[in-house]
């Protein structure tokens, strides 16, 4: 059975974006760039999108009066990260178009959803058990071996949330240290790469994708992107229908990215999703024609999505704390694009900024 037609939101609307990090930010600007207002809700006050946007409610995200007035006050609302409680964002359905929806938010959040979906449509994974108790992680871990990662279902990032489990012997140590909250046990996968994907799809069904690329973290954190990836054609083409399939399956209306892990058997393996834009795709918005977040607001607005093209090789590089100290010597570098979210603070850890350095394509016959 065929969608109802939905159609495009005309530039002039306003947006609404659940969260005011920087990935709101970002958003905003290229929303800025085709005619859109933004306003921004988020429960920070200092939060770095509402320096950018037209307006910004500061209230929490389970606030019933805010979420209404919210609501009424924009043409079609997003989140720029999915910790946002998916009950907010059901109810913010009922009064508003909502991209991506809920259900999709839902199910990235709870990573117990998320690995089940993607066995479901045959995506393979790291093997893994649900953990509700020591008692079941004790069994879990009696079925994947040791060694192992423990991380709870919901609300864990850039390494929040998990510990490692180098021998059964931990596993009490493990249990208190997430809190002893329900939780999943991944076995251990060893890889050559990580590597991801970023795919948009839009109301009226068009999906696109940008080129595989491979990832560093240090500590957890995202430190360096790398586009392309070094991967053969045969890997990049099954992790890029990975993600296309992904986004039909979820009937996406938004952005979508996928983190993956190439093992040494050169198999694919998802690790998890976020259905918003990525810091693995911030190379995106100087390397090509069209960036994440001008995907991401096209898809979201149900308007034709644009070239992923890329038209440069990059690297992009976060900025972690007083990195950002170094800001003079990166605008010193003739190919450096320099990125600042307008964060007051740097803090060991806190993503102030990022860097990114384009090596030209040069095509055949040119010097």
């Known amino acids: ?85 998916a009950a907010s964002a059901a109810k913010l359905a009922e009064q508003a178009i909502v991209r991506p929806s809920w259900s999709v938010l839902e199910t990235a959040q709870d990573r117990v959803l998320e690995k089940t979906f993607f066995n479901r449509i045959g995506a393979a994974t790291a093997p893994w058990r649900a953990v509700d108790s020591l008692d079941s992680l004790t069994s879990a871990l009696k079925e994947l071996g040791t060694p192992a990662i423990l991380k709870t279902r919901r609300m864990g990032y850039d390494g929040k949330g998990q510990a490692r ?6 596993a009490a140590k493990a249990w208190d240290a997430i809190g002893r909250a329900p939780a999943i046990l991944e076995g251990f996968v060893s890889f050559s790469r990580e590597v991801s994907v970023i795919v948009a799809r839009s109301p009226r069904g068009e999906v696109n994708t940008f080129d595989v690329v491979e990832n560093v973290h240090v500590n957890h954190i995202l430190d360096t992107t790398r586009a392309p990836a070094q991967i053969s054609a045969e890997q990049a083409e099954r992790a890029t229908a990975i993600a296309h399939h992904a986004a039909v399956a979820l009937d996406l209306e938004g952005l979508l990215a996928i983190e993956m892990f190439v093992d040494h058997e050169g198999r694919i393996l998802v690790n998890e999703m976020a259905p918003r834009p990525h810091n693995s795709g911030h190379w995106t918005i100087d390397a090509c024609i069209t960036d994440q977040f001008e995907q991401f ?26 990195d950002i ?43």
């Open 1 to 85: 059975m065929s969608k109802p037609f939905s159609p495009a939101i005309a530039p002039g609307s306003t947006i609404g974006i659940l969260g005011g990090g920087q990935l709101g930010r970002m958003t905003a600007i290229a929303a800025a760039r085709l005619g859109y207002r933004c306003h921004i809700f988020c429960p920070e006050p200092d939060a770095p999108a509402f320096e950018v946007a037209a307006a910004h409610t500061c209230a929490a995200y389970d606030d019933a009066a805010a979420l209404d007035a919210f609501a009424k006050s924009v043409d079609a609302i997003t989140f720029e990260f999915e910790n946002i409680p």
């Open 165 to 170: 489990i180098a021998s059964p012997a931990d």
């Open 297 to 322: 607001v096209r898809a979201v607005c149900n308007l034709r999505l644009g070239s992923t093209e890329r038209h440069c090789d990059a690297e992009m590089k976060n900025l972690l704390g007083h």
């Open 325 to 367: 100290d170094g800001w003079a010597d990166i605008l010193s570098e003739p190919k450096a694009k320099l990125h600042l979210y307008g964060k007051t603070e740097a803090r060991d850890g806190r993503k102030m900024g990022h860097v990114t350095r384009l090596f030209p394509r040069w095509k055949k016959g040119t010097k």
